[in-house]
């Protein structure tokens, strides 16, 4: 799946994903997305918020599992994540999230991912996650 046909997807499926401000990137059939760190972004003075960083994670867990899946016909929605605040992100950071697939059943995906600071080269979060998968209809 190319970048392109990934963002055409997202922007007929996913309304929410626009707020965030993330730019993706696809290298080896692996999704990466950056985030730079901004005001807007904010739970503490200077410190990105712990929602964010979930919001993020949430989409890095589940486009890993998109790029898997679309191809082969089906969407996916979370089922349940868990996500391990390890560091702060702070203002002006540039976050970077990436998964990978650890296991594929007929119906259940689960994925694991971590955020880093780019600048810093700093482990920011981890998480896993589930992900249904349901038919995509044209």
């Keep these: 799946m190319t970048l392109e046909e990934l963002e055409k997807i997202i922007k007929k499926t996913n309304l929410f994903d626009p707020y965030l401000g993330i730019v993706r990137e696809i290298k080896n059939n692996k999704i990466f997305q950056k985030l730079k760190v901004e005001e807007k972004h904010l739970g503490a003075p200077n410190t990105c918020h712990g929602g964010m960083l979930a919001s993020l994670m949430d989409s890095v867990l589940g486009l890993t599992t998109w ?53 810093k080269d ?10 249904n998968l349901y038919p995509k209809k044209n």
């Design 67 to 119: 790029v898997d899946s679309v191809p082969k016909g089906f969407y996916c929605s979370t089922v349940e994540f868990k996500i391990n605040y390890l560091n702060r992100a702070m203002l002006g950071d540039t976050i970077i999230g990436e998964g990978t697939i650890v296991d594929r059943g007929n119906s259940l995906v689960v994925t694991e991912g971590k955020i880093y600071c780019e600048e």
């Design 122 to 131: 700093l482990l920011i979060c981890k998480g896993i996650g589930t992900f």
